[in-house]
């Protein structure tokens, strides 16, 4: 707290005890913020002369570098002085852990790497991770071309752990370095340019207005003006899926259907209109989803609907125990590296449209691997998984395109394409147990004779009538009415609200799509 008079007198008689202090004194980190937080304040004040002289004692008597003091002023927030100051220095960079050798120690992911280690958060999390803000920081202005469609670098992912895994805290880690990118972006003008981060539990129309596209004009740093309409690029995090898709309110069926349409969005516009809330535009829209699950959900909630309607296929599924790492306090992130990656990612979101090439050498390869992909989609005929490499090409590709953007090229050469091959190969290990065990969940029992019942009845039923005429079987309200919205998430039923406030279910076929409102009584 600043208990100084912000006056020159003031500010000179500060400098002149700061010279007095001894160098025990300035060992401590809460002596070394405050007179950060001191000389942030008189800055204005202060002669250049006078201000060297602070960089000056900084440099006798602490390790803190001139460099790292100018760094740590250009903060924008108090607890990132504070965080700074403590920073005890980087980690040697950690490669114990399982697969971790095929990972990145150079470019902008293997500083990534190196600045988020030290916890129990597995490794690949932190590696996915990465990836994915080289995707959203790209958005659309960088794709491969192939011909019929276009491969974009954004990602949709999906962690797969317990409750209490450290989830919520690798989201953390990637959505803090994600905000100071975009606050970046806002604060020199590139308003075109931001990157919106959605509310982890949102309706589909709340999101929807915080992220269509808006006119805007805005002075930028050099004096010109920017105007037009602004680019829709967003992360949508959801560290417990159940959150989004668990919760019939956020009508988990409209939001799986939108997913599952934004994912490779070619087009220049996205429309969505309605009565109530007229037309939302979203222009060059590129959508990243990051997801977080417990695989007792997965498979009590996950249905085959949202594999043969293509959601799950788009998804890079990532499975990892941490259990092997004790860390009771991990090391401080650093804000002064956060904020230096994070300039990175800035210059990729301002960048004009390019197309991501392939050199000879790595086009042949692909042309060969292809074929091969192509005969594992015929062996996997029919499974679950068949979903997934039926898409592994585009996965390959923007693997191969984040990890070549990471080293500052834009050329994807044959050793990153075999690499990104063998990192894919190595999440397909689990993935494939993962799809296995879909649907094998006790409750699949009771939801396929709670859907039998409601395409029996053809029409709306109400809940009171569903609970009366299945009791026998499925037992109470409560447990019907967690089926229910499992069928739900699937697009199996749709709920239905009366007239009077009742809610009807119904089974959805193909020759039988419900109204949304029903007449009649509730």
């Known amino acids: ?95 114990t852990e399982e697969h971790t050798p095929l990972y990145p120690t150079t470019g902008w992911i293997g500083e990534y790497l190196h600045y988020s280690q030290g916890s129990e958060i597995p490794m690949a999390w932190h590696f996915w991770f990465a990836v994915a803000l080289i995707g959203a920081a790209c958005r659309r202005n960088i794709d491969i071309d192939m011909g019929t469609f276009r491969v974009f670098p ?62 805007f004009l805005t002075i930028l740093p050099d004096g010109s003006q920017l105007s037009g309409r602004t680019e829709t690029a967003a992360v949508l995090p959801v560290d417990e899926l159940v959150s989004l898709l668990g919760d019939t309110k956020h009508n988990p069926q409209e939001w799986v259907g939108f997913l599952t349409d934004l994912f490779g969005y070619t087009r220049y516009e996205w429309k969505d209109s309605t009565v109530t809330s007229g037309s939302r535009v979203l222009i060059r829209p590129a959508i990243s989803f990051w997801a977080g699950s417990t695989m007792e959900w997965i498979k009590s909630s996950v249905t085959d609907d949202m594999f043969a309607g293509g959601f799950l296929g788009r998804f890079i599924f990532i499975k990892r125990r941490g259990d092997g790492k004790v860390v009771p306090v991990p090391p401080i992130l650093d804000p002064v590296w956060a904020e230096s990656l994070a300039d990175y990612l800035v210059e990729l979101a301002k960048m004009d449209t390019t197309e991501f090439r392939l050199t000879p050498e790595a086009q042949e390869w692909h042309h060969e691997w292809y074929h091969q992909n192509k005969l594992k989609c015929l062996r996997f005929q029919g499974d679950k998984f068949q979903a997934y490499f039926r898409r592994k090409q585009s996965h390959l590709l923007r693997l191969l395109m984040c990890m070549s953007i990471a080293e500052g090229k834009f050329v994807g050469d044959l050793v990153t394409l075999e690499l990104a091959n063998r990192i894919l190969e190595v999440e397909e290990e689990p993935m494939a147990w993962i799809f296995n065990d879909l649907g094998s969940h006790p409750e699949k029992t009771l939801c396929d004779h709670l859907l039998k019942y409601l395409e029996k009845e053809r029409i709306p039923v109400l809940f009171s009538k569903i609970v ?33 406030g009742g809610l009807l279910y119904q089974a959805t076929t193909p020759n039988q799509i419900p109204n949304s409102t029903i007449e009649g009584p509730s």
């Open 1 to 95: 707290m600043i208990t100084r008079p912000f006056t020159v007198s003031a500010a000179q008689d500060w400098l002149a005890e700061l010279a007095n202090y001894p160098h025990e004194w300035w060992q401590s980190p809460d002596n070394q913020f405050d007179t950060i937080r001191y000389a942030e304040f008189y800055k204005r004040l202060l002669s250049p002369m006078l201000v060297e002289r602070i960089l000056s004692l900084f440099d006798k008597n602490t390790n803190l570098t001139r460099a790292r003091i100018e760094a740590i002023f250009k903060l924008s927030s108090i607890d990132d002085m504070r965080r700074a100051v403590k920073w005890k220095g980087a980690l040697p960079l950690d490669r």
């Open 154 to 215: 954004y990602w949709y992912l999906m962690v797969i752990e317990e409750t209490a895994s450290a989830k919520s805290t690798a989201f953390g880690v990637s959505l803090d370095m994600l905000s100071r990118a975009a606050n970046k972006l806002e604060n020199t003008g590139r308003v075109d340019k931001v990157i919106h981060i959605g509310a982890q539990s949102a309706t589909l129309p709340a999101f929807l207005d915080s992220i269509k596209s808006r006119d």
């Open 468 to 500: 009366k005429s299945t009791r026998h079987k499925l037992g109470g309200s409560e447990q019907t009415r967690k089926l229910l919205r499992t069928l739900e998430i699937g697009g199996e039923v749709v709920c239905i609200r009366g007239q009077k």
